[in-house]
T-cell receptor, first 114, second 117 residues
Framework: AQSVTQLGSHVSVSEGALVLLRCNYS??????LFWYVQYPNQGLQLLLK??????LVKGINGFEAEFKKSETSFHLTKPSAHMSDAAEYFC????????????FGTGTRLTIIP | DTGVSQNPRHKITKRGQNVTFRCDPI?????LYWYRQTLGQGPEFLTY????????KSRLLSDRFSAERPKGSFSTLEIQRTEQGDSAMYLC???????????????FGSGTQLSVL
């Protein structure tokens, strides 16, 4: 079975500060890993994904994440937080490239302090 | 690209009633997924279709739940004899998958919020 654990259900950072949202995964096979963002009253939107190849992946809105197999982690970062980054962020994993049956974490709500 | 559309946005029902939700995927997308999200949790996979064929169902999907995609376009999710534990956001997503493609990008709708009183 696969799972992801997101450390910290709520994270607050000041505008302009580094954003770090943590995600650790558990998988018996090489995982495909994703970060999704959910703004209020909107659908989930893909930020970035790791499948194979380069372990540092860049996504939309200046976010990036690094796949670290030795640490079973896929943390999401952004160098400088913007007010518009306030949202809920979900890490997800799938083992099967046959479909997008994703297993999501419980989410981290990001608050930006002006 | 008009996005994935879900109706209704909100549904309030009494315990024991039947409810039906509709999802209209992006027009050329051949795959359609249903997920359920409860408060404080991430979305959980329920079922998915490739065209009109339902290929997988989660164990979360009890026999009170049924999903259809009769013509490979829109899909409906019906819950019979609703229970308070069915209260959740029901999310639909669609994707276009080519033969041999490693994985596809999911596009999510805004969801239908179900409240069972």
């Amino acid at each position: 079975a696969q799972s992801v654990t997101q450390l910290g259900s709520h994270v607050s950072v000041s505008e302009g500060a580094l954003v770090l949202l943590r995600c650790n995964y558990s998988s018996s096979v090489p995982p495909y890993l994703f970060w999704y963002v959910q703004y209020p009253n909107q659908g989930l939107q893909l930020l970035l994904k790791y499948t194979t190849g380069a372990t540092l992946v860049k996504g939309i809105n200046g976010f990036e994440a690094e796949f670290k197999k030795s640490e079973t982690s896929f943390h999401l970062t952004k160098p400088s937080a913007h007010m518009s980054d306030a949202a809920e962020y979900f890490c997800a994993v799938t083992r099967n490239f046959g479909n997008e049956k994703l297993t999501f974490g419980t989410g981290t709500r990001l608050t930006i302090i002006p | 690209d008009t996005g994935v559309s879900q109706n209704p946005r909100h549904k309030i029902t009494k315990r024991g009633q039947n409810v039906t939700f509709r999802c209209d995927p992006i027009s050329e997308h051949n795959r359609l997924y249903w997920y359920r999200q409860t408060l404080g949790q991430g979305p959980e996979f329920l079922t998915y279709f490739q065209n009109e064929a339902q290929l997988e169902k989660s164990r979360l999907l009890s026999d009170r739940f049924s999903a259809e995609r009769p013509k490979g376009s829109f899909s409906t999710l019906e819950i019979q004899r609703t229970e308070q534990g069915d209260s959740a956001m029901y999310l639909c997503a669609s994707s276009l998958r080519y033969r041999g493609q490693m994985n596809e990008k999911l596009f999510f709708g805004s969801g239908t919020q179900l409240s069972v009183l």
